[in-house]
């Protein structure tokens, strides 16, 4: 069973979006996917649909039932901040290999898609980032990154870091920010220019994830 590491060059950047964009698209050519946001901060009990793990339960085509809800996501934290930090406020830690137990469990699924959390460094405990989670769980990774003032030298921060670990990089998508000071297509070729031969894909902004163009060509050697 494949499964791919969604990852970012920050938070807030696209990568529940992109995530249900491509739970559609393989859903709409009959694969079998599952998918995993298992360490959630800012979880609010009372708004689940507007939770990451509401969001891909619902691409799914899952109930937002608590079985659904813990087996995505096992590990939610209330407080907006980085998860070791959210741990903290709630006297928890992220056990690090239960994390990467969860995510390397086969599934009945032909593919599973993970959803990190922020950006490739955050800290998850103590001693571990995003980056050993990457690691450990040893899956190709999506980069997603933005249009936004900054992020060709987030992007390539984080594909450099990426690269430290031979970390295999399947696409990087670049997600329409709501401010943008040039268009989607020259930040793209912008950072194409530094990224070697990792297939780099616009996404602009669009009403519905339902409503993105095809992603699925960067899964192509995965499937
Ligand atoms: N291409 C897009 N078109 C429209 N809205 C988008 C697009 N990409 C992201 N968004 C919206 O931007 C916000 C942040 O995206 P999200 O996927 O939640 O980021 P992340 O998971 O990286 O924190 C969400 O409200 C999401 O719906
Ligand atoms: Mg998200």
Redesign the pocket.
């Given at each position: 069973m494949t499964r791919i590491f969604?990852t970012?060059s920050?938070?807030?950047?696209?990568?529940?979006?992109?995530?249900?964009?491509f739970i559609h698209q393989l859903r709409s050519t009959g694969r079998r996917v599952a998918a995993l946001k298992p360490v959630a901060s800012g979880f609010d009990n009372a708004a689940i649909e507007e939770t990451?793990t509401g969001?891909l339960l619902t691409a799914l085509g899952h109930p937002l039932d608590s079985n659904r809800i813990d087996a995505i996501s096992p590990w939610r934290f209330t407080e907006p901040l980085s998860p070791d930090m959210a741990a903290a406020r709630e006297n928890r830690t992220i056990p690090f290999s239960a994390l990467v137990e969860v995510c390397t469990t086969d599934r009945e699924a032909d593919i599973t898609l993970i959803?990190g959390i922020?950006g490739v460094m955050v800290p998850l405990d103590d001693t571990h980032t995003v980056l050993d989670w990457i690691e450990a769980v040893d899956a190709p990774v999506l980069l997603?990154t933005g249009g936004y003032l900054g992020s060709l030298s987030h992007t390539l921060t984080a594909l450099g870091m990426l690269r430290s670990r031979d970390r295999e990089v399947a696409g990087i998508i670049v997600?329409?920010s709501?401010e943008q000071p040039v268009s989607l297509d020259e930040t793209a070729a912008a950072i194409r220019r530094f990224s070697d031969q990792v297939p780099v894909f616009t996404?602009?902004?669009?009403?519905?994830?339902t409503n993105?163009p095809d992603l699925l060509p960067l899964l192509a050697n995965y499937l």
């Open positions: 969604v970012a920050g938070t807030e950047i696209g990568k529940t979006f992109v995530t249900c964009a990451d969001a959803e922020g997603v997600d329409e709501v996404l602009p902004r669009v009403s519905s994830y993105a």
